[in-house]
């Protein structure tokens, strides 16, 4: 798993494997400390939005776009983009 945040750290995330942190450079102040963990579990993309002030986005491959709930996990496919805000956005492909 991998923790993305302005100044990301392991307080606050789920108990288990502990995750990669992956510091932010934007530098602004929608995307939050921690703000989004990324998993893959059993062969599937989970993303969880961390309790983010501003929240987290998903785009899937239909164009549809849902708010993430903070601290509920949610698989997503190939094609997904994950939208922390500010200007982030991170597209889950195969590799």
Avoid: F, M
Wanted: charged residues 20%; without cysteine.
């Amino acid at each position: 798993p991998i923790v993305l945040g302005r100044s990301p750290s392991v307080s606050g995330v789920p108990a288990g494997q502990l995750p990669r942190l992956v510091t932010l450079s934007s530098g602004d102040q929608d995307i939050s400390r921690s703000h989004v963990r990324v998993a893959l579990e059993g062969g599937t993309v989970v993303v969880t939005d961390l309790h983010s002030r501003n929240g987290t986005s998903i785009v899937l491959p239909s164009g549809e776009t849902q708010k993430l709930r903070g601290g509920e996990p949610t698989p997503v496919i190939v094609g997904t983009v994950i939208d922390l805000g500010g200007g982030v956005e991170l597209r889950i492909e195969e590799i």
